[in-house]
């Protein structure tokens, strides 16, 4: 499944108005691959939505307000032939936004229907012409809301809807002018990825990153709180009280082993350590006290987890970087106690003693 949504809206120049612009982006969406059912046969019928993003207020020349992502298109996008996307760009003074979006989609449902027979490129041509006219249309008084420049279509390759298939980011720029002003509007085209594990992924590199493309849709974890999302070479994992944050590598395979959420989830991404470690931290939010732990890697020692009153004496002495290195092996039973070897020692702990370094 292919989501697209608007990404942000940049302003290089202001309107020419007094005070700051307030823009408005008006997306028609046509799902030209619907149709209704008539005697038990599906008849094509192109559906259409108006969504609107925004106003924006405030923007001043150099802002670029995001749009918070809310996908005006979520389904089935096989071939750029499937959809027509028509993107308006406003600046909003005395106008009613909201009653504008409901002219501009009776203009273009409208528009649609006059043109059923027609092929695609007739049906964009009058699409664009009758939104354009409806754009026009005064909403409120004495300021009319204004247009920055005509409305324009936002088209995609069949590559690159392949890629957003494939699990990467497509971005997608489009420059309006016009009343003085100069805006680029940005668009984004992603796999069925959203939300804050969509804003992880996104701000460690998208399928750049190290957790790579996503694999499956976001699932309820085992508590059914969080959500997580497995990617080509990791995980993201979110819950509401920690937010959403990544695993990878041998480390992630490690948290899988050893149970994933049910031992903690992760409150970083996975992070440097010392001489050339890395480490994640992870909460036990279902345990009492909700303890901390931490699986700790290196090339030479492998991924180990540290838990624990174990885990607190060793971050006592310097963790990884301290008199005890590494951790070589996971936490185990000893001589009624628990033990875990470290590069440089060992802590025992007992019941009796607590933890004490060896």
Known sequence: MVMVSLADVHCSEETDEVGSDEPYVLVTAV???????????????????????????????????????????????????????????????????????????????SSLFAGLNQPRPQKVAALLRDVNSAMGVPTGAPNFDDKVGGPQEL????????????????????????????????????????????????????????????????????????????????????????????VWGAIGGRWLAIGRERFGYPVNDESPAAAGGRFNDFRAVHLPGQPMASIYWTAGTGAHEVYGAIRDMWLRNGGAGGRLGYPLDAEHDNAGGRRQTFQHGSIFWTPQHGAVIQ
């Open 155 to 246: 088209a995609f390759t069949p590559d690159e809807l392949g890629k957003a298939r494939a699990g990467q980011l497509v971005s997608k720029s489009m420059p309006f002018s016009g009343d003085g002003g100069r805006y680029t509007v940005r668009f984004e085209a992603s796999p069925d990825i959203f939300g804050a594990i969509r804003d992880r992924w996104i701000a460690l590199g998208a399928s750049a990153s190290p957790v790579g493309v996503p694999l499956s849709g976001e699932a309820p974890t085992f508590d059914g709180t969080g959500r997580a999302q497995v990617f080509s070479a990791g995980t993201i994992s979110w819950h509401p009280t920690i937010g959403a944050h990544a």
């Open 31 to 109: 799902n030209l691959r619907s149709s209704v059912n008539v005697a038990g046969f599906p008849v094509p019928l192109p559906s259409c939505e108006v969504v609107r993003y925004g106003p924006f207020n405030d923007t001043d020349e150099g802002d670029t307000p995001r749009a918070g992502f809310a996908p005006f298109w979520a389904g089935a996008f096989g071939a750029p032939d499937d959809a027509i996307f028509i993107v308006s760009l406003m600046e909003n003074d005395d106008g009613d936004p909201e009653a504008l979006r409901g002219i501009v989609k009776g203009a273009a449902t």
